[in-house]
């Protein structure tokens, strides 16, 4: 089982900062994760999409979609959360606002993420 995380950066980072990002939040998600990708997102000026995937060693529908939710509070908070029982699949979406709990200070580098099993 995988979950695919996209994280988009604050405006105005470099890639080099942007790997940088990646390269914290490898450690912050653990082992089984691996970067997909980091390439500009054209969506909102000079931004970079970090296009990630994490390895689950659990197939329990339930406790994978308490794991996505242990994850992305290690990194940010509020998220929204949009769960579809009948296929069981979660997608949590996270913008960054005047609420937003950073739980780590490089993480306020995050403007917009998402989290789909």
Same mark, same amino acid.
């Given at each position: 089982?995988?979950?695919?995380?996209?994280?988009? *950066?604050? !405006?105005?980072?470099?890639? =080099?900062?942007?790997?940088? &990002?990646?390269?914290? /939040?490898?450690?912050? #998600?653990?082992?089984?994760?691996?970067?997909?990708?980091?390439?500009?997102?054209?969506?909102?000026?000079?931004?970079?999409?970090?296009?990630?995937?994490? *390895?689950? !060693?659990?197939?329990?529908? =339930?406790?994978?979609?308490? &794991?996505?939710?242990? /994850?992305?509070?290690? #990194?940010?908070?509020?998220?929204?959360?949009?769960?579809?029982?009948?296929?069981?699949?979660?997608?949590?979406?996270?913008?960054?606002?005047?609420?937003?709990?950073?739980?780590?200070?490089?993480?306020?580098?995050?403007?917009?993420?998402?989290?789909?099993?």
């Amino acid at each position: 089982m995988k979950l695919l995380i996209t994280i988009v *950066t604050q !405006p105005k980072q470099s890639i =080099a900062e942007a790997q940088e &990002l990646g390269n914290l /939040l490898l450690n912050e #998600l653990g082992e089984n994760t691996i970067i997909q990708s980091i390439e500009p997102y054209t969506k909102f000026e000079s931004t970079f999409a970090i296009n990630l995937e994490k *390895t689950l !060693p659990d197939s329990n529908t =339930a406790t994978i979609i308490h &794991l996505a939710i242990s /994850l992305a509070d290690k #990194l940010v908070s509020p998220w929204l959360t949009y769960y579809d029982n009948d296929l069981e699949k979660i997608e949590l979406i996270y913008n960054h606002s005047e609420h937003t709990q950073i739980r780590k200070n490089t993480f306020n580098q995050i403007k917009w993420a998402q989290i789909i099993y």
